[in-house]
Every structure is written in C-alpha cells, then in structure tokens.
C-alpha cells in the first residue's frame, strides 16, 4: 500500500491533491453543517428577565428600575393587550471577539411591534421592527427580525417593549456577526427542506384528485396548500419577498387569515378521514362545532377583533386533537369493511389511527399551551405547528401505501378469478355445443319415430286417443326443451310482419286439447305487428295450460280487450285438481305447483312464455280472479 501511494504521489501534481483536499474540506464542513442545524449560535445574552405594563403608558426611564422578573429561554405571555417590557443582560465577550459586531435575533416574526432601546446610543432607541413594519425598511431582512446593536461597554443592558395582537412568545438572542452568517445558511436551508416537502404534499394531492377525483386527497392537497401558506409567513419567506410597493399590514392580515384557515382545513380532513370509521354523535357535534368557528373567527377578525379571532383559533389548534383522539377511540366502525375503493374508504388498523392521534395531541399541544400562555415552550415549540403539516402527510402516503397493498391483493385475486371464470366458461361452451348437439340429434331420433308411430295408429283401436295425447304431449316436451335452448343462445330471430289476432287463435284453439271447452270472443277483428310462430307458441302454451290444469268439463274463457296502442287477451280457468299456482314463482323455470305433480309436465312452458312474450316487446302477468285463473297478455299493436 505504501508503494502504491509514493507512486500515487509521484504522478499526481500538487496542485491537484490541493484541489482533492479543498473537496474533502467542503464535503466535511457541508455534513458538519447538516449536523448543526439545530444547534444555536453563540448566545450573548447572560440573564434574561420580563415585565408587563398593563396599561402600555410607561416610559423607559419608569421601567428601568421596576422589578423585572427572570425568565429563562422563550418568554410565552399569551395573548394580552397589555405591554411586555424585556430586559437583557449582556455579557463581555471573550477577549477575541470583543471586536466583534452584535446583532439583537428576535423569533418568531408574528410578532406586531418591537422598539429597542440601548443605552450606549445617545437617544436610546436602537431600532424598531415587527409586522407593523414594512420589512423592505428594515436594517437586516432575513428569516427574523434582527438589529444590530451599537457598539459600547460590556457588560449592560438593553430592553425592548412588544405590543402584538397574537400570541406573545418571545424569544430573543444577541449574537455576533460571525455567529449570525454562520447560522443563517443553516435555518434557511432547514426552512427550505421543510417548505419544500410541504409544497411537494400540496401539489402532488392537488394534481392526484384532478387525475381521480378521489376526495379524500383532495382535501389533503387543499390542507397542505393552506399550510403552505402559513409556513411560508410563519417561518419569514413572505417577509423577504415582500414587495416594497404593498403595505406591511397586508402581510400581517395575510399570516393571521391562513393561519385561521389552515386550522380549519386541518380540523375538516380529520373530519373527514374519521367519517367512514362511524363516529358517535358527540363526536359528530364536537367536530362540526370546530369547524363552525372558522366563519365566526373570519367575522371577528374583520370588525376588528384580530386578537380574539387568534386566540379562538389556537384554542381550537389544542382542543381539536383531544376531540379527534376521542372520536378514533370511541368510533363505531372498527372492524366493518369499507363501502368504496377511494382514499377515505381504506381502514388503517385501530392502533395505528389512534396512535397517530395521540401524536398529534402531543405535537399540537405542545405548541398550543405556550401559544395560550398556559405552560413555557422552548425554542423547538415555536415550530411544532408546521411538524403537524409533515406529520399528517406521512399519515395519508401511508394509508395510500396500504390501498395500495390491498388494490394489488385485490387485483391478484380478481385475475385468479377471471382465469377460473374464462376456464369455466369454455367448458360451459363446450358443455352447451355438445348438449346442442345431443338435443338437435334426440329431436330427429325422437320426432320421427313419433311421427311414424301417429300415423300407423288404428284410430278405432284400444287406448287410441290416449295414445295420441301421450304423443303430442312428448312432442311438446321436445320443441319446448328445442325453444328454450333458443332463448338461452341468443338464437331467437323475431320476424315482424302484419297478422290477423283471430286467425293465429282461432288455429290454436283448434289445436289444443279440448277446443270444444274454449270461448273466444266475439268481434275479435283485430291485426297486430308480430312473429307469427312466436305468437303461436305463446298463445299454445297458454291455451294448453288452461285445458291441462283446469276442472273437467269447465269452460275456458278468452276475453280481448283493445286499449289504443295495445291489445289484452285474458285466457281463464277454473282451477282443478293441481289448485292455485303460488303467484311468486309461477314463471320460475320448472316450477310445477305441488298439485301437479300427478300430470305430465316440465315446467317449461310459462318460463317460456315469459321469454318468448319478452321477444315481442310484450308483457305476461298472472292476475288470478276469486273464482278463477287467470293469466293477461298484453302485446304491442305495432
């Protein structure tokens, strides 16, 4: 190795291992700094304490020798029209930076106006800046606020008075200029990760719900466009591009609407997500009740009232994850498969909605309590509100990944499915050639042999007439099983043509069994636009039916009735031995009435009825009388 090196050495100038050391310097001090990004920059400050003038009338000099109180970290006061009054204590740098520039970092940049005073400058004020403040005005414009502090003797004080309509946390540094460069690059990259993976949720659940139209990310799209919004004036972007020809206060109006708007839209796609989950009524309630502040929060803030419309809207930032934790523990619909196939119809397991919820209570809170002035935050909690923007987005590309699972399991299952469905299929074609083949062969064989015997009957022979009726009844059996293999292939062709309703019934009844039995009526002059043989199949099977099911000797009754635009033929019997035919499955396929079992039947012929009567654009009901009966045919005229 060692030769490998001098050769290496040896062959590579110097100014090039200059440049290989200058990269490996960059890249050490570029992971150094992606280390550091929480770390702070050398702080100045010694003791830090607070004062408040609830009137807002004293002046610096009343102040100056007050009883101020010690604080440590970030001063959360709440909301209060009442006057904060901060004291800093500066510390004597170290003997090599005594030289060095100070600068006053103030966070978080909601804040309305800040004025500072320093007593090493002749009148006093050192500055002043804040919301109210167009921040193209300002000494520096950053991230923050920040004024450079005048160079004098170390150790002392300054103080700074803040007056704001939001929430008072207050954090303040005094750093050097050295320190200041150094840590700036640092937050804005921190901000600009942040922004931009808020940004890249917004768009892509925008652009999703264009393509699917799936409402649940589209609700999420609308959420983290509002957060975006508000991260990007939370965090100062807004404030570095404002344009010096729009008023300051703009701004200040901009950041306090969305953040109202961006805690409603938050509280909405919860809402939404828990719905397919059943929430209980109070839930229900609690949450609309929530979202209703947001028209009455806009109310107030534009008669005036900024202060309240904020301090309703981070009591609904604390309230709302307690309310949203309750209703996932307490929901109904654990367990019950989902309705749909979109976004908010995929159940993520319980534990893992709640456990989400508990997270959000403790994030979202943390960040409320100071806001509300209820309990001291550090410096992180002046964050913790954008963290619910990323953390609810890692909930919904989670609950994306598990659709996404199931769909692929889905679609898995759907093709084993289909392959065994066409298999199936294909042998139920086969199946049926083959039964067409077997069916057309036994017609022939059968028909014919039946034929030959019908004709050779001695018609004064014994059991004659029993003999024939057996026949016709085999060869209906035959051309019924034909018609309905028919229906079931698609293979009927209806041929309209113009025929005589008398004509078609006047063959029938003479066909049929007992034509003697069999009324028709009178003036039944009527044409319709039919299949002929259909019609005489349908008329045939009614009319057998009848002759076969009724009472001996009964008559049978045909009764035409001419309604316009159709004709109704009504063909009734009394009911004999087989009794009354159960209305509900009088047009099942092989239905026979438990009465009937006695007589030769298939089944068959009213499903087929109903099929063929379906072919002509017609309509076959039973409607039975209390003395009779009765089936109703009903057929277009043309």
């Not at 009338?57 to 100056?64: D, G, H, I, N």
């Not at 002749?122 to 502090?149: K, N, Y």
């Not at 953040?259 to 909405?268: D, K, N």
């Not at 004999?576 to 009088?586: I, K």
Request: glycine content about 8%; charged content about 20%.
């Amino acid at each position: 190795m060692e030769k490998i090196a001098v050769y290496f050495h040896g062959h590579i100038s110097s100014e090039t291992l200059m440049r290989i050391d200058n990269i490996r310097r960059n890249l050490v001090a570029g992971l150094m700094a992606l280390v550091a990004f929480s770390a702070s920059a050398e702080d100045f400050i010694s003791q830090r304490s607070w004062l408040e003038d609830e009137g807002g009338q004293q002046t610096l000099e009343q102040v100056r020798n007050s009883g101020f109180r010690p604080y440590e970290g970030v001063l959360s006061k709440g909301f209060g029209h009442s006057v904060i009054w901060v004291k800093l204590k500066i510390a004597a740098p170290a003997e090599e930076q005594q030289t060095a520039k100070l600068f006053l970092r103030l966070r978080p940049v909601y804040l309305d106006s800040i004025q500072v005073f320093d007593p090493a400058v002749s009148e006093g004020i050192t500055g002043q800046t804040g919301d109210i403040f167009h921040p193209g005005l300002q000494a520096m414009r950053g991230l923050d606020f920040m004024l450079p502090l005048a160079d004098g003797p170390l150790p002392r004080d300054i103080f700074f008075r803040v007056i704001s309509s939001s929430t008072r946390q207050i954090y303040a540094e005094v750093v050097s200029e050295k320190s200041l460069l150094q840590q700036m690059p640092q937050q804005h990259l921190l901000f600009a990760l942040y922004i931009g993976a808020v940004f890249i949720f917004a768009v892509w659940g925008l652009s999703y719900w264009a393509f699917t139209k799936d409402r649940m990310v589209g609700l999420f799209g609308v959420k983290q466009t509002a957060a975006l919004v508000y991260a990007l004036c939370s965090l100062g972007y807004m404030r570095m591009w404002w344009p010096m020809s729009w008023p300051a206060g703009w701004l200040d109006h901009l950041a306090s609407l969305f953040s109202m708007l961006a805690t409603s839209a938050a509280i909405y796609f919860h809402y939404a997500f828990l719905q397919d989950y059943q929430l209980r009524r109070w839930a229900v309630w609690v949450l609309r009740g929530l979202l209703f502040l947001l028209p009455i929060n806009l109310l107030i803030f534009w008669t005036g009232h900024s202060m309240l419309a904020l301090k309703i809207n981070m009591g609904s930032v604390l309230l709302g994850p307690f309310v949203m934790l309750g209703a996932a523990w307490t929901a109904k619909g654990w367990g019950v498969e989902p309705r749909g196939q979109g976004v908010s119809d995929i159940k993520l397991p319980r534990f893992l909605v709640v456990g989400f919820y508990s997270l959000i209570v403790v994030i979202l809170g943390l960040a409320a309590l100071p806001g509300l002035g209820l309990a001291r935050g550090g410096e992180i909690g002046l964050y913790l509100v954008q963290a619910h923007g990323l953390a609810s987005a890692l909930m919904v590309v989670l609950l994306l990944q598990y659709r996404t699972h199931l769909m692929r399991k889905a679609q898995f299952e759907n093709q084993s499915l289909l392959a065994r469905t066409q298999l199936q299929a294909e042998q139920d074609r086969r199946l049926r050639d083959e039964q067409e083949k077997l069916l057309a062969m036994l017609t022939h064989e059968l028909k014919t042999p039946l034929a030959t015997i019908y004709m050779r009957l001695d018609e004064q022979g014994k059991n004659a007439n029993a003999i024939k009726k057996s026949i016709r009844e085999m060869n209906n059996v035959i051309d019924r099983c034909v018609q309905i293999n028919k229906v079931h292939d698609h293979k009927l062709q209806v041929q309209m043509e113009n025929v005589d309703l008398i004509e078609i019934l006047c063959d029938v009844v003479s066909g049929a069994p007992t034509p003697e039995r069999i009324g028709l009526p009178p003036n039944l002059a009527l044409r319709l636009s039919t299949d002929r043989q259909l019609l005489s199949i349908v008329l045939s099977n009614l009319v057998e039916n009848a002759c076969k099911y009724s009472a001996k000797e009964t008559p049978i009754y045909i009764e035409q009735q001419d309604l316009g635009d159709v004709v109704q033929l009504s063909i009734c019997n009394l009911p004999g031995r087989a009794g009354w035919p159960q209305e509900a499955r009088v047009f099942e396929k092989y239905y026979r009435s438990p009465g009937a079992q006695g007589q030769a039947g298939t089944g068959l012929g009213l499903f087929l009825v109903r099929s063929l009567v379906l072919s002509l654009r017609g309509h076959i009901a039973y409607k039975p009388t209390s003395q009779h009966v009765c089936f109703v045919l009903t057929l277009p005229k043309d």
